[in-house]
């Protein structure tokens, strides 16, 4: 619906781990940029994961609020109420110039037209002086395999072993190779840990396999 008396703003709901909100991020800058809205506001979604290090822990620049008032069922109802001044977008929208002047932003935005454009953009806010900092700490695996469980595996979304293994063969990765292994399921990677020594494979173990700390996930991908 048309909103051409108010002012220009964009509320992102975030939902997801540092990935998703990374992407969820980037659509909404790309949006922001393409509409000139400068007033955006970031709000946890259901299934916003707090547990771990969010996306505000690594671009300081965005505040992100609790959801209590534009939680459900209160989201749908006060949007369903004013309808006339919010434009709904989410992953099946077009990125485009549009007339409306209020948005609520609210999906995973994973297809690539939401972020080609401003991924270096992004990049740049993430990649400051201090992560660089961190990352020379961190040491270079060959190989990282990062196992998805907790979530996934509610989800039946969860890779199988066999996903794993085939992988390493079409790789080629070798026994002089190691292999790091990080998960949020503790008890699945060590049995994939010694499955794979089992196979010849060489696994790098200097610290333990689970790691709650996205973070140092998050450096570790990068090293390798």
């Not at 690594?58 to 434009?87: C, D, M, Q, R, V």
């Not at 998960?183 to 196979?199: C, E, H, T, V």
Request: with cysteine; hydrophobic share 40%.
């Amino acid at each position: 619906m048309l909103n051409i008396f108010c002012k220009k703003k964009l509320l992102v709901f975030l939902s997801g781990g540092l990935g998703n909100q990374l992407f969820i991020y980037t659509a909404a800058t790309n949006f922001a940029h393409a509409n000139k809205i400068n007033d955006i506001e970031y709000i946890q979604n259901n299934g916003f994961i707090s547990n771990v290090k969010s996306i505000n822990d690594y671009i300081k620049k965005i505040k992100i609020k609790k959801n209590n008032k534009y939680s459900f069922p209160w989201a749908f109802t006060n949007i369903f109420k004013n309808k006339l001044f919010y434009s709904m977008i989410n992953d099946k929208s077009i990125l485009k110039k549009r007339l409306s002047k209020q948005f609520i932003m609210q999906g995973y935005f994973q297809n690539n037209r939401w972020y080609s454009n401003f991924f270096i953009k992004t990049s740049s806010e993430i990649y400051t002086a201090d992560l660089i900092k961190k990352l020379k700490k961190v040491k270079t695996h060959d190989i990282v395999i990062s196992l998805r469980r907790t979530d996934y595996l509610k989800l039946g979304m969860a890779l199988k072993t066999s996903y794993y293994l085939k992988s390493l063969k079409k790789l080629k990765v070798t026994n002089k190779e190691k292999i790091k292994i990080i998960s949020d399921d503790l008890n699945y990677a060590k049995k994939f840990a010694q499955l794979l020594k089992k196979l010849g494979y060489e696994i790098d173990n200097d610290r333990k396999y689970y790691n709650s700390k996205s973070l140092n996930d998050f450096l570790i991908l990068i090293k390798s």
